[in-house]
């Protein structure tokens, strides 16, 4: 199992006994293993790399192969009590598509993303280069993310959409960041709802 | 990590059973025999059986080649065996040739005890629920009270899926490959035009051309070529064959010129030598029959509910006979009733018939979640 990752521990705060979770990009299935484990969740990763797919099996977590760029038709509203994606927003080019769609299968959606508005990004472009980094580690020429936006960009967007942000931590490789989170936090990590 | 190896020499086994089993068409058969063959050995506490079950074609020769003919290898070979992904030195393979076949288990070509003539087109109509029925009292013989998977493709896929609904309690781990909770009117129009071409072979004889002395050759060998149409994609054709000419060009004949002609041909009239017509007709119309939901209303999710295995659901990309959308109706239907189950989309070029190719993903794949199966270790 890889190494346990820090927002792991937070997302699982949010996530009672029992519940089912549904993890998008669940690369070898470790979150969706750490919540078995210590929250006996009923969890299903999508995934769309054969080898991640591979590893999830392995790696005794139910795991489904599918393009998340075609969202998630198929499953049923409200089915799952969490949808959960870490790390993969700023990959996918639908982002209010599949932001609706989690929230159309899930009562409550999780979702982490790099900032580009960290400081350290900042300084970076204010040097002249786009900024690579511990969550950004690609160069521009070769990066998986196809979405470029900040903690402030992502709360607005949220204030457009109607979706509520029911809790919300930013992190500094991560420790968790009290104040300025656009500013000191290189991760953002939020947990979504819909007006009721 | 050892080379993956052939199980070697097999030998075939026959059971016979004597009471009467009651199939879903109504008919009955009063006593019958399943031929099977099995590779690696049952543990102490028999809990590393796992059932292959086949697909039209196919046979209980799933492994292994004959001692008499070392050319004669198993049809999926690539995956049971030493290493293999369905690893023998694990588990105990089980392969069946189903009832109403032609590989030596009961079927339209055995004699009928109550006329003393082989069955022809008198022998019952089968379905998969009744395949599934035979194997289990093959299980039951073999004191195998779970199996720890079940698996197959294509028709043998829907096979592992019965086998979930009919004995829940039976099947610790289901994987269904290539494979489709129900035919399409498109797969069925195309059975149907396989049927017909033997059924209106003169040689047909209503069912009856043993007692003529002769075979629908001609039916079989375009039943034979329809069907292989399916199972290959429009892209493994163009690759294949594209329109290369045997002559090196075109020469006005309805000979075959092409080399897919050929090719189709040659396929046919290799699977008419050694295919019995009525088993087709038969295993054809078992196919179109399956439906796990039509008692349902057409409810797939209501049809699974009585699962209680894990499954793993795999399809592959060019299958257009049954496409990635099916699999996703089981996926769909097993994760409305909450049950484990595991999918992968296997990227490939090679159609319906991928399910039996040495692809390194999908074997990946299947070692992967075979290798995560516990059972009790050999003595």
Sequence with gaps: MSKLRYDFQAIAEWIGEGETVLDLGCGDGSLLRHLADTR??????????????KASIRNGI??????LERGLAGFEDGFFDHVVMSFSLQAIHNTIGILTEMLRVGHEAVVSFPNFAYWRHRQAILNGHMPVSENLPHQWYNTPNVRFFTIADFEHLCEMNGIVI?????????VRVREEPNFLASVGLFRLGREH | MTQPQSVGVV????????EPLLLKSGGRLEEYELVYETYGELNADRSNAVLVC?????SHHVAGYYADAPDNIGWWDNLVGPGKPLDTRKFFVIGVNNLGGCYGSTGPTSIDPA???SYGANFPFVTVEDWVASQARLADVLGIQQFAAVVGGSLGGMQALSWTLQYPNRVANAAVIAAAPKLSAENIAFNEVARQAILTDPDYHDGDYTAHGVVPERGLRLARMVGHITYLSDDAMAEKFGRSLRHGK?????EAEFEIESYLRYQGKKFAGYF????????????????????????LPAALSRAQADFLVVSFSTDWRFPPERSHDIVQALLHNRRSVSYAEIDSAAGHDSFLLNDAIYHGVLSAYFDRIKVTAHV
């Design chain 2, 54 to 58: 086949h697909a039209l074609s196919g």
């Design chain 1, 62 to 67: 139910n795991v489904l192969q599918i393009d």
């Design chain 2, 276 to 299: 019995d017509a009525n088993t087709y007709l038969l295993t054809t119309k078992a196919l179109d029959y399956f439906d796990p939901a039509f008692e349902y209303g057409g409810n």
């Design chain 2, 250 to 254: 075109q020469v006005f004949s309805y």
């Design chain 2, 115 to 117: 006329t003393g003539t």
């Design chain 1, 40 to 53: 006996g969740v009923l969890g299903y990763g999508v995934e769309a790399d054969p080898d991640n797919v």
């Design chain 1, 166 to 174: 029911r809790d919300a931590i930013g992190f500094d490789e991560g």
């Design chain 2, 11 to 18: 030998a075939p086994r026959t059971q016979r059973f004597t």
